[in-house]
C-alpha cells in the first residue's frame, strides 16, 4: 500500500500563493500517477491536477490552468501542488491521491489512496 498524508493548507488573501505537500510512506511512490482533488463547501469532489510517474506529463482543470502547478520528487517521496494568484473560489479541502496509471486521471473514483485532506482557505 501507499499512505498519504497532505498539509500545507492555510488561510490566505486573494491573490496570495500557497504550496500543498503530499508525503508518501510506501516504497513504490514512483510506481503511481499522483494527483490533487479539492472539495469545496456544498460542492461534489473535484479534479485540479495529475503528474505522471516520472513527472514527464501533467494534466489541470481548466479552472486552475496557469496559476497552479504540480511536481514532483520521488527521491524523497513527494509530490507538491503549487497555488498562485489564489481566489476565493479555490477554497476547498484540498486531497492528494495515487493512482497505478495516466489514464481518466479527473475521475475520483481511479484513484486507490488518499490522503486526509488539508483546508485552504481564500479570503476576499
Known amino acids: 500500500q501507499v499512505q498519504l498524508v497532505d498539509s500545507g493548507g492555510g488561510l490566505v488573501q486573494a491573490g496570495g500563493s500557497l504550496r500543498l505537500s503530499c508525503a508518501a510512506s510506501g516504497r513504490t511512490f514512483s510506481s503511481y500517477t499522483m494527483g490533487w482533488f479539492r472539495q469545496a463547501p456544498r460542492k461534489e469532489r473535484e479534479f485540479v491536477a495529475a503528474?505522471?510517474?516520472?513527472?514527464?506529463?501533467?494534466y489541470y482543470s481548466d479552472s486552475v490552468k496557469g496559476r497552479f502547478t504540480i511536481s514532483r520528487d520521488n527521491a524523497k517521496n513527494m509530490v507538491y501542488l503549487q497555488m498562485n494568484s489564489l481566489k476565493p473560489d479555490d477554497t476547498a479541502v484540498y486531497y492528494c491521491?495515487?493512482?497505478?496509471?495516466?489514464?481518466?486521471?479527473?475521475?475520483?473514483?481511479?484513484?486507490?489512496?488518499w490522503g486526509q485532506g488539508t483546508q485552504v482557505t481564500v479570503s476576499s
Open positions: 503528474i505522471s510517474r516520472s513527472g514527464g506529463s501533467t
Open positions: 491521491a495515487a493512482k497505478r496509471d495516466f489514464t481518466s486521471v479527473v475521475v475520483t473514483s481511479g484513484y486507490d489512496y
